[in-house]
C-alpha cells in the first residue's frame, strides 16, 4: 500500500493532487444518452455519457496537468444497495491516445494507498520522469480517478485530533481498550463530519465506481492497471465484472483472500526479517557497510536486548544520549530503514545505533486516516481482547525473531481495532470469462509481501506472477526496476483475446 506517510506513492511523480483547485468546468455532465453500469443486486444502473471539459489549475509551484488531460465528474449511487438514492460524485481525468488511428482502447489504472487521488495519473500521462512511455500513450485513452471521498471526489473529513490520544503500541489489556474506544470515537467522527459516504469508501463500492466509469465512456471492455492497494479494486472489478475487463496488470499485489490479522502481520513481518537476513549477506561481502564483518542479525537481537533492559539510547554525535529507545521504537525503525533506505544509509544507521555514535531517521508511526476508512472495511483484523492481541504478537515475533513485526502492517491491524464500520462481506462472483491476468511483485516488498503477490495470482483462472529479486514497492517505474514497467506495457500492448 501506499501513502504519503509511508511510501511514496510513485518515485519520481508530483504530488499534486490535494493542491489542484476544483473547478465547475471540471463537473459537468452530460444530457442523455445513457450507458449501464451494474448496481449490487446485478440490475441496471443508467449512467450518463461523459462531458469533457478543462482540468483545473495547480496552486504554484505545483505544475499545471497536461494540457491534453480533460477531466469531469461521473455521478454514482452513494450506496450501491440503494441505486436511486443519494449520489456522490468521481473525479475523472484522461489523456486521450496520441496516435488515434493505433488506439488499443482505455486504460484505467489506481495508485493505491489507500488514500490516494488516482486522477494524476491522466493528469500527469505525459511526465518525463513518472508519465507513461511514448509508446503506451500512442496505444491508451488514460484514465484516472479519485477514489469516493479521496481527494476531489469529496474528501472525507474526520476528527483528526482524536488520532493523537491513541496509543500506537498497546502495553496492557487498559491501553488496549482505551486504544479501540478512540478508534471508534475517530470513526464515529468521520461519519459526522462526511456522512454516510464515510460507511461506503470500500473496494467493491469503488470497483462499482469503476464500471459506472467504464459504461460513462462508453467503452464494452476496459484494460486495468492497479499498483499496490489498486490491485485489489483491479480484483474486486473482476471478480464483479469478468467480462467487462480487456486485460488485467497488477503491480505489487494485496493479498486477495482477506487475511485474518495474524497472518497479515505474520507475512509483512517475515518479509522484514528475510529483507535483514538480505542486508547482513551483503554487508558480510561488502566494505562499504558500516557494520562489515559483523553478524547483522545478532547486531539486531543486541539492540532488543538491550531496548528491553532498557539500555538502548538514541545515539549522537560525540556518544549516546540520555533519550532511551525502547523495542516498539527499534521495531518501528527497521521496518521503514529495511524498505525504504539504501543498504549503505541502512548499516550506517545501525552502526549508530550500536556504537551510540553518529544519527539515526526515524519515522512516525500511526495509520492515515484513509487506511482505516478503506481497509477496515475490506479485511476483518478484529482482534478479540488484549491476550489475543499478545499471544498474536509473541507468534509473530517467533516467525520474525530478528526484526520482531512489520511496524506498518501493526500499525494498519491495530487501527481497526473497535472500529465502528464493520467488514463488508465479500462479494460474489459475476459471469463471465476473465482475460489471462499479469501480477507482478518484488521478493522483498514490505508493503505488499510476496506471499500475498502469489495468492492473488493463483486466485484468477489463467495468470502469470512476474517476480524481480529486490527490495522495493510499486515495480512500474523508471530506473532499477524499469524491466518490470516493459513486461507490464508488453502485456498490455499485445492482442487480447
Known sequence: MNTSMRVNPKPGRRVVAVFLA????AAVLAAPGAAAAQQSDGAAVSVPPIHWGACPKAEPPYPDPSPRAQCATVEVPLDWAKPNGPKTGIFVARYRA?????????????????????ADDALYADDPVSGYSPAMLQRFDVIGFDPRGIGRSRNA??????????????????????????????????????????????????????????????????????????????????????????ALALDSAMDPDRPNAERYLTDGSVTIDDTLKRLAAWCEKDTACALNGKDLTAVTDTLFARADAGTLREPGPNGPTRTAVDADRLADFLTFALGK??????????????????????SPTGTELAWRLVLCQDYDFRIRDYAEYRAIR?????????????????????????WSMPPKPQPARGRGNLPPVLVVNATHDLATPLPGARRMARSFPEASLFTMDVVGHWLYRRGGTEEAMRVIDTYLTRPQG
Request: charged share 25%; net charge positive; aromatic share 6%.
Open 22 to 25: 476544483l473547478s465547475a468546468s
Open 98 to 118: 496520441t496516435d488515434p488511428a493505433r488506439r488499443i482502447g482505455v486504460l484505467m489504472s489506481n495508485p493505491g494507498g489507500p488514500g490516494t487521488p488516482g
Open 157 to 246: 473529513d474526520c476528527d483528526e485530533a482524536i488520532t493523537g490520544q491513541i496509543p500506537s503500541r498497546p502495553r496492557d489489556a487498559a491501553e488496549f481498550e482505551r486504544l479501540r474506544a478512540l478508534n471508534g470515537r475517530l470513526a464515529a467522527s468521520c461519519l459526522e463530519r462526511t456522512g454516510p459516504l464515510a460507511a461506503h469508501m470500500d473496494g467493491e463500492s469503488v470497483a462499482r465506481d469503476m464500471d459506472a466509469i467504464r459504461a460513462a465512456l462508453g467503452e464494452r471492455r476496459i484494460s486495468f492497471l492497479g499498483h499496490s492497494y489498486g490491485t485489489f479494486l483491479g480484483e474486486r472489478y473482476a471478480r464483479l465484472f469478468p467480462s467487462r475487463l480487456r
Open 341 to 362: 533506505g539504501s543498504p549503505e544509509e541502512t548499516a550506517r544507521q545501525l552502526a549508530a545505533l550500536y556504537t551510540g555514535k553518529g544519527e539515526v531517521r526515524w
Open 394 to 418: 509473541e507468534r509473530v515475533a517467533k516467525a520474525a525473531p530478528h526484526v520482531r513485526y512489520n511496524a506498518q502492517a501493526l500499525d494498519i491491524v491495530l487501527g481497526c481495532q473497535g
